[in-house]
């Protein structure tokens, strides 16, 4: 063989041997790295159950110590058992006959012992309240206390120790954090969980004619729902869900009475059955939405549209069966909503101006506010 094509042959195969082993090495190592990385991933979720199991156990609120925020999956696990799914039945007579019907919402438990705090329009007029946990346990619900201001109630169930949601602060929020719901969204599926961010956190909103302060949230929210948790990236309960906007068109827009509102009521509920130092004026009122409109109201005549006076609750009121309200504490009276707000400014004992419209004259009453109190 020519030397020249010879020596062109050894070079060749020297070239083959070096990528070759070169080929080999970059696999040891690549391998090697693989390997640390499994070992890395594997400490890393070690440490996570640590950390996870650490604020389980503490309960405590992790906002100072340069924690990291958990992910969804590991909210989920930290909360799902804390919230249950309520179902209850109405039954009214009609013609002679009685009916019954049935409802469905969310709860969360609040306290071992098995109190639960949910939507006052959730449970209202039932006479059967059944809470079911996500073991799949039934437990007959006792009505502690319900206040359709706040729309906040209190349920207790009894059978051992249960797990509660740990509150968190919502007065920390920031607009475009992250939140999880969980909830029993249509009344059928429970334990049902979804993620969305705080859309605005002081969002006003006129509910059955009271007037909230809420957290709005595009996380999907549908009936069923209320009643359920809204909680942070902490595993911390920060908002009870109570409305959807619904309509065509409408998506994305969900609220939730905030726990820092919540906490007091929820107190007052559970050691009195009813929320102390509210004041109302003693007197049932209903709004005339068009004028000539009276089948309900006591007199059988003709009323403009506008808040009627329709029962005297107290003794000793200066109202009457009738009357319109026109102006409270100065301000003038057009919805039902326009009464809670001027009431939301006193306490019990306060002195305030009525002004309404009697027969056909103009009146000025003076009225001492009331505590409202259980019927």
């Not at 991933?41 to 925020?69: H, M, R, V």
């Not at 334990?191 to 999907?220: F, H, P």
């Not at 049932?284 to 403009?304: C, H, K």
């Not at 001027?342 to 056909?360: C, E, F, Q, W």
Request: proline content about 3%; some cysteine.
């Amino acid at each position: 063989m020519p030397k020249p094509m010879k020596n062109l042959i050894l070079a060749f195969a020297f070239l083959f041997v070096a990528l070759f082993s070169g080929f080999l090495g970059a696999n040891f190592a690549l391998a090697g790295l693989d390997n640390a990385t499994t070992n890395q991933i594997a400490n890393n979720s070690t440490q996570n159950e640590i950390n996870q199991a650490g604020f389980l156990t503490n309960k405590n609120p992790l906002k100072t110590d340069n924690s990291e925020p958990l992910t969804a999956v590991q909210v989920a696990a930290m909360t799902a058992n804390s919230v249950v799914e309520i179902n209850t039945e109405i039954t009214a007579s009609f013609w002679g006959q009685r009916y019954t019907s049935q409802a469905a919402g969310s709860g969360v438990i609040i306290n071992t012992d098995g109190y639960i705090v949910t939507n006052a329009h959730v449970i209202e007029g039932a006479q059967k309240i059944t809470v079911r946990t996500t073991d799949g346990t039934d437990y007959s619900a006792k009505l502690i206390g319900r206040d359709s201001q706040s729309d906040l109630a209190v349920l207790k169930i009894n059978g051992g120790s249960f797990t509660a949601a740990t509150l968190g602060n919502s007065s920390q929020l920031v607009l475009g954090q992250e939140i999880v719901v969980i909830g029993n969204p249509l009344g059928k599926l429970g334990g049902t969980v979804t993620k969305g961010i705080i859309s605005a956190l002081d969002r006003e909103i006129t509910i059955d004619n009271q007037t909230m302060n809420l957290l709005q949230t595009d996380a999907a929210i549908n009936g069923g729902n209320s009643g359920g948790g809204m909680f942070n990236m902490y595993g911390e309960l920060v908002g009870i869900v109570n409305a959807k906007s619904s309509g065509i068109g409408i998506e994305g827009l969900g609220f939730a009475i905030p726990i820092d509102d919540a906490k007091s009521v929820i107190n007052d509920l559970i050691d009195n059955g009813y929320v102390t130092g509210r004041a109302v004026i003693g007197v049932t009122l209903t709004q005339v939405a068009d004028s000539g409109y009276y089948y309900y109201y006591p007199q059988q005549q003709r009323y403009e549209a506008g808040i009627y006076v329709y029962a005297v609750n107290v003794p000793n009121c200066p109202l009457q069966e009738g009357d319109m309200l026109v102006t409270l504490d100065g301000t003038e009276i057009k919805a039902l909503s326009d009464v809670s707000d001027v009431l939301k400014k006193h306490s019990p004992g306060d002195l305030i101006k009525a002004t309404v419209k009697r027969d056909g004259s103009t009146k000025t009453l003076s009225i001492t506010l009331r505590e409202s109190t259980p019927q």
